[in-house]
C-alpha cells in the first residue's frame, strides 16, 4: 500500500530563474497538499500533462525527492523515516533512469538482483521470465551503451521488477516501446495487480489507462484535481472521449 497525506514540494529558485518565471518568491510549490491512498491488488493511475507535479510526486513516493511537507507511508514504513527499508519493498521506473553503457542487459539486471539480495536461484527464474516476456533474449549479452530506446527501457522495467517488489511505480514505461512490447507490458502490469502488488501508472497514452486503471488522480500545477475509482470518473464524464474529458478537466481548472 502507499499512502500519501497531505504532501508537499517547493523548490528553490536562483536570480536567473526568478526572472525567468517573472516571480519575486525565493520558492516555488510545485506539489500543493495532496494526499492519496494506492492500494495493493489494485492500479493507480496518475495523470497530469506535463510540468504538472506528477513526475515529482512519484519521485518522492521513491524517496529520491524529500517532501518539503506531508508524509508517505509504502508498505507500511514512512520513506522519510525508514527509506531503506520502504526501497525494499519498491521498483520504480522513470524515464530519467540512467543505465551503465559499459555493462550488459543480464549484467545490469543482476546487478540490482544484488543490491537486493536476490538469490542465485531466484535470479534466474525471474529474470528468464522478464526476459521472454519482454523479449530480452536476443540483446541480453550487448552493452547498454549499444542498444536502442526501446531496448534501454525494456532494461530498465527488467532491473525495476528483478526483486519481486510490494510495490512498483511506473512512470511512463511504455515510452520508446513497440506496440507489440507495450501489450506485455499491459498483461505484465496486470499479472502484477493479479498477484496483490500495490501499483501506480503514470502514462499519456489513454487507451492503456482505460485498460489498467482502478483508481485514478489528476494533477494539475500542483493541485489534485480528481481522485477516486475509475467507474466514478467514467460516470462523471461530460465527454465520451477520455483524452477529451482530461483535456476538459485540466482547461476548466486554467480557467478557474
Same mark, same amino acid.
Given at each position: 500500500? /502507499?499512502?500519501?497525506?497531505? %504532501?508537499?514540494?517547493?523548490?528553490?529558485?536562483?536570480?536567473?530563474?526568478?526572472?525567468?518565471?517573472?516571480?519575486?518568491?525565493?520558492?516555488?510549490?510545485?506539489?500543493? =497538499?495532496?494526499?492519496?491512498?494506492?492500494?495493493?491488488?489494485?492500479? +493507480?493511475?496518475?495523470?497530469? !500533462?506535463?510540468?504538472?507535479?506528477?513526475?515529482?510526486?512519484?519521485?518522492? /513516493?521513491?524517496?529520491? %525527492?524529500?517532501?518539503?511537507?506531508?508524509?508517505?507511508?509504502? $508498505?507500511?514504513? @514512512?520513506?522519510?523515516?525508514? !527509506?531503506?527499508?520502504?526501497?525494499?519493498?519498491?521498483?520504480? %521506473?522513470?524515464?530519467?533512469?540512467?543505465?551503465?553503457?559499459?555493462?550488459?542487459?543480464?549484467?545490469?539486471?543482476?546487478?540490482?538482483?544484488?543490491? +537486493?539480495?536476490?538469490?542465485?536461484?531466484? +535470479?534466474? $527464474?525471474?529474470?528468464?521470465? /522478464?526476459? @521472454?516476456?519482454? @523479449?530480452?533474449?536476443?540483446?541480453? =549479452?550487448?552493452?547498454?551503451?549499444?542498444?536502442?530506446?526501446?531496448?534501454?527501457?525494456?532494461?530498465?522495467? $527488467?532491473?525495476?521488477?528483478?526483486?519481486? !517488489?510490494?510495490? *512498483?511505480? +511506473?512512470?511512463? !514505461?511504455?515510452?520508446?516501446?513497440?506496440?507489440?512490447?507495450?501489450?506485455?507490458?499491459?498483461?505484465? *502490469?496486470?499479472?502484477?495487480?493479479?498477484?496483490?502488488?500495490? *501499483?501506480?501508472?503514470?502514462?499519456?497514452?489513454?487507451?492503456? *489507462?482505460?485498460?489498467? $486503471?482502478?483508481?485514478?488522480?489528476?494533477?494539475?500545477?500542483?493541485?489534485?484535481?480528481?481522485? @477516486?475509482?475509475?467507474?466514478?470518473?467514467?460516470?462523471?464524464?461530460?465527454?465520451?472521449? %477520455?483524452?477529451?474529458?482530461?483535456?476538459?478537466?485540466?482547461?476548466?481548472?486554467?480557467?478557474?
Amino acid at each position: 500500500m /502507499i499512502e500519501v497525506k497531505e %504532501l508537499c514540494k517547493d523548490f528553490s529558485l536562483s536570480k536567473k530563474q526568478k526572472k525567468e518565471l517573472n516571480i519575486s518568491t525565493n520558492n516555488i510549490r510545485v506539489v500543493n =497538499n495532496i494526499s492519496f491512498t494506492c492500494q495493493p491488488g489494485r492500479v +493507480f493511475s496518475l495523470l497530469g !500533462p506535463n510540468g504538472a507535479g506528477k513526475t515529482t510526486t512519484l519521485r518522492m /513516493i521513491a524517496s529520491i %525527492l524529500k517532501p518539503s511537507f506531508g508524509s508517505i507511508q509504502v $508498505a507500511g514504513f @514512512d520513506t522519510q523515516k525508514s !527509506p531503506n527499508e520502504a526501497r525494499k519493498k519498491m521498483g520504480f %521506473l522513470t524515464g530519467s533512469t540512467g543505465l551503465y553503457d559499459r555493462l550488459s542487459a543480464t549484467e545490469v539486471v543482476k546487478y540490482f538482483a544484488d543490491l +537486493f539480495g536476490v538469490g542465485k536461484g531466484d +535470479f534466474q $527464474a525471474r529474470k528468464k521470465k /522478464i526476459f @521472454d516476456l519482454l @523479449d530480452m533474449n536476443d540483446f541480453a =549479452n550487448k552493452k547498454c551503451g549499444q542498444l536502442s530506446t526501446g531496448m534501454k527501457q525494456k532494461v530498465s522495467i $527488467a532491473r525495476t521488477l528483478i526483486h519481486a !517488489p510490494d510495490v *512498483v511505480v +511506473f512512470d511512463e !514505461p511504455t515510452s520508446g516501446l513497440d506496440v507489440i512490447t507495450a501489450e506485455n507490458i499491459i498483461n505484465m *502490469v496486470n499479472d502484477l495487480k493479479n498477484e496483490g502488488k500495490t *501499483v501506480i501508472f503514470s502514462s499519456h497514452i489513454m487507451s492503456e *489507462v482505460d485498460l489498467l $486503471a482502478d483508481d485514478v488522480a489528476i494533477i494539475h500545477k500542483g493541485n489534485l484535481l480528481f481522485n @477516486d475509482t475509475m467507474d466514478s470518473f467514467r460516470a462523471s464524464m461530460q465527454d465520451p472521449s %477520455l483524452t477529451k474529458e482530461f483535456i476538459r478537466i485540466i482547461k476548466s481548472a486554467d480557467q478557474a
